[in-house]
């Protein structure tokens, strides 16, 4: 957890809102306004007391109160001035891509998941990246070379019969980046910005070598379950490593529910691996 300091409810220059804000304060002073003794779970309350407030309102005496920092708190038992500290808690799942976060609704395009490395931004089952600086040779191109230092392995659609082949099953446009090289076990986070609080249709567009599956945490409690992620496998395609790039496009996996402000995604192979994925869509 990081300790910040908070003014007007802003946590680094931004409005701090929703469930990844908590306040830690301390009691300066304090009148008693009935004679009742001041208790927060149990714990007499006295100046200096310091005390968790989640999420801007606590109970006192079992009194709802409203909390504003450093100011006056009036409840049902006692006038309270109090100083506060913010703290703005990270599940150390990284940092947007280039301080970005993905837009919700909208695509969130796969290849822009977090920057921390592994263990933190993703769990890749090796440090390489197979696509980019290996099946994609560094030739100083942007693409080619797309994150090629981390472990998460990356590739975009080529034409030549490879991402533009018969057995698509939805219209495909090329020099998109995809994650690939996929494995059960992996996961990936996203840096989301929800704008409008609602549910959303979560969609897909990838290609899987046999039945897979998936699931999505948000804000590191899985709200999905594992989600089963459709073969387009094709047997009448008779070039073997081309089953993994018979893109199609599934509209709906599930539908979830998102409360408006920045969250993390978390994106999870469940099953099978053997899926690349190009952007989620949530609409
Ligand atoms: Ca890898
Ligand atoms: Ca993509």
């Known amino acids: 957890m990081e300790k910040v300091k908070a003014e ?97 609704p909208g695509r969130i395009e796969c290849e822009f998941y977090n920057e921390g490395g592994e263990g933190v931004a993703y769990h890749d089952s090796d440090s390489i990246n197979n696509g980019s600086g290996k099946l994609n040779p560094a030739n100083g191109t942007f693409l080619n070379e797309f994150r090629m230092k981390e472990g998460v392995d990356i590739s975009y659609t080529k034409s030549h019969d490879i991402d533009n082949n018969p057995y698509n099953r939805v219209p495909r446009n090329m020099d998109q980046l995809y994650v690939g090289w996929t494995k059960p076990g992996e996961w990936i986070n996203y840096t989301v910005k929800v704008n409008r609080s609602g549910q959303y249709k979560v969609g897909l567009m990838y290609t899987a070598n046999g039945d897979g599956a998936i699931s999505l945490d948000l804000d590191g409690k899985d709200i999905t379950g594992p989600l089963k992620v459709i073969s387009t496998h094709d047997n009448r395609d008779t070039v073997a490593w081309r089953q993994w790039h018979h893109w199609n496009k599934a509209d709906s996996l599930t539908s979830i529910v998102l409360k408006k402000g920045v969250h993390i995604l978390t994106l999870h192979v469940v099953a099978n691996g053997n899926m690349n994925f190009d952007y989620l869509e949530l609409r």
């Open 8 to 104: 007007r409810l802003k946590v680094k220059g931004k409005t701090a809102s929703g469930s990844n804000l908590s306040l830690s304060t301390s009691i300066i002073d304090f009148e008693e306004v009935k004679g009742q003794r001041l208790r927060v779970k149990g714990k007499k309350v006295t100046p200096g007391t310091t005390f968790r407030l989640l999420p801007f309102a606590f109970n006192l005496n079992n009194s709802p109160l409203t909390f504003h920092l450093n100011k006056k708190i009036i409840c049902l038992s006692a006038i309270l001035i109090c100083s506060c500290t913010a703290y703005y808690k990270t599940l150390n799942a990284g940092k947007p891509w280039q301080g970005k976060p993905q837009q919700i």
